[in-house]
T-cell receptor, first 115, second 109 residues
């Protein structure tokens, strides 16, 4: 238990569906992250929020839309996804951005399958 | 470009020692992290190195050589529960983590 929870743990959706992934951290951290993890590939950073402001958007397609209503919650809204978007989506949090010792703590991920 | 290299898979025997290597080329360096990830679970933090040398934490140790762009994770007295993927990540000059693809470690009895 890392203090970061994600729901749902598994999601199967069609290409025309709209769904949302939820992340909640109970660590009092100021920064939150969305990563995509595909088999045998490095973690891909998608979005970063610091103090509820988006500070990073790594050329992610617009069919992924993040939302950070407060420093404890992070959402990833999904719309008209493609089969190649099937992956494990990981949420992480850290105390603050911009420091070398800033350790990220991960949630268990949502396993997404797009049919 | 930025690059982190680590072996895709390694096999070791219960009770033995294994060393997982990581080499990196990044724009700047603000520390190197090792994470452990069991199948279907969250990556969990193992170690952080920012200065050259060895950091020991129980059965796990991590080494860094900044001049060589090289690190290793050393696991001693291997247990079956150590079967997992081990992820190497470097924090670059923008304080972003650059990740390797991970090393899957298989422990055999």
């Amino acid at each position: 238990e890392t203090g970061v929870t994600q729901t749902p743990r598994h999601l199967v959706m069609g290409m025309t569906n709209k769904k949302s992934l939820k992340c909640e951290q109970h660590l009092g951290h100021n920064a939150m992250y969305w990563y995509k993890q595909s088999a045998k590939k490095p973690l891909e950073l998608m979005f970063v929020y610091s103090l509820e402001e988006r500070v990073e958007n790594n050329s992610v397609p617009s069919r992924f839309s993040p939302e950070c209503p407060n420093s404890s919650h992070l959402f990833l809204h999904l719309h008209t996804l493609q089969p190649e978007d099937s992956a494990l989506y990981l949420c992480a949090s850290s105390q603050d951005m911009g420091t070398g010792t800033d350790t990220q703590y991960f949630g268990p991920g949502t396993r997404l399958t797009v049919l | 470009g930025q690059n982190i290299d680590q072996p895709t898979e390694m096999t070791a025997t219960e009770g033995a020692i294994v060393q997982i290597n990581c080499t990196y080329q990044t724009s700047g360096f603000n520390g190197l992290f090792w994470y452990q990830q069991h199948a279907g679970e969250a990556p969990t933090f193992l170690s952080y190195n920012v200065l050259d040398g060895l950091e020991e934490k129980g059965r796990f140790s991590s080494f860094l050589s900044r001049s060589k762009g090289y690190s290793y994770l050393l696991l001693k007295e291997l247990q079956m529960k150590d079967s997992a993927s081990y992820l190497c990540a470097v924090m670059d000059s923008n304080y972003q983590l650059i990740w390797g693809a991970g090393t899957k470690l298989i422990i055999k009895p």
